[in-house]
């Protein structure tokens, strides 16, 4: 099955500085690649994600980048505000097929200082 | 996307008793699937339900323990049976939509 590596486990940065998180994947079958974040309380939101058939996809602030080479995608946050603070999990899957689960990354506790 | 509303928020139950865990949408999807958030921990699958036949398991997580039903489209129950303290954790559902998977909001559970 699917195997999803995610990293670092802690990312600290100042305001204004921008946040890179990491992950890899196993099954080269997976098609699609959400990022979620996760508050204190709360269930995981949907932030961005991308699909196998595109590089890049940015929303504002927010950026994602597909190697399906090197099966790797990673998360980038410009700007940082201290709203950004919270947990962030990638996740692979198969979308659109019986196989299509979500695994998740281990996540990352990303604090943004003021 | 899907709007899931999920029952109940949170609970403290007794150690061997059940829980049973609702989750509605608001729209009719194929298949809901059920996870498992251990405190401080990632979101591992614990099953697949799709209307009109057996969950499927993830391995690790048996059906005499995890009981699911899915009566239609929108629905779905996931009871947590003859609870252990190793159960606390936060249970999701979530689907398939559209523009991704959505969450609902969690059940907490802690076992005494």
């Known amino acids: 099955g699917e195997n999803v590596e995610q990293h670092p486990s802690t990312l600290s940065v100042q305001e204004g500085d921008s946040a890179v998180i990491k992950c890899t994947y196993s099954?080269?079958?997976?098609?699609?690649f959400p990022w979620y974040k996760q508050e204190l309380g709360k269930g995981p939101q949907l932030i961005i994600d991308?699909?196998?058939?595109?590089g890049e996809k940015k929303d504002q602030r927010i950026a994602v980048t597909l190697n399906k080479t090197a099966k790797h995608f990673s998360l980038h946050i410009t700007e940082t505000q201290p709203e950004d603070s919270a947990v962030y999990f990638c996740?692979?899957?198969?979308?659109?097929?019986?196989?299509?689960?979500?695994?998740f990354g281990q996540g990352t506790i990303l604090t943004v200082h003021p | 996307s899907a709007v899931i509303s999920q029952k109940p928020s949170r609970d403290i139950c007794q150690r061997g008793t059940s829980l049973t865990i609702q989750c509605q949408v608001d729209s009719q999807v194929t298949m809901m699937f059920w996870y498992r958030q251990q405190p401080g921990q990632s979101l591992t699958l614990i099953a697949t339900a799709n209307q009109g036949s057996e969950a499927t398991y993830e391995s690790g997580f048996v059906i005499d323990k995890f009981p699911i039903s899915r009566p239609n489209l929108t629905f779905s129950t996931l009871t947590v049976s003859n609870m252990s303290p190793e159960d606390s954790s936060i249970y999701l559902c979530s689907v398939e939509g559209l523009y991704g998977y959505t969450f609902g909001s969690g059940t907490r559970l802690t076992v005494v």
């Open positions: 991308i699909r196998s058939n595109v």
């Open positions: 099954d080269s079958a997976s098609n699609y």
């Open positions: 996740a692979a899957s198969r979308s659109g097929t019986s196989y299509g689960k979500l695994t």
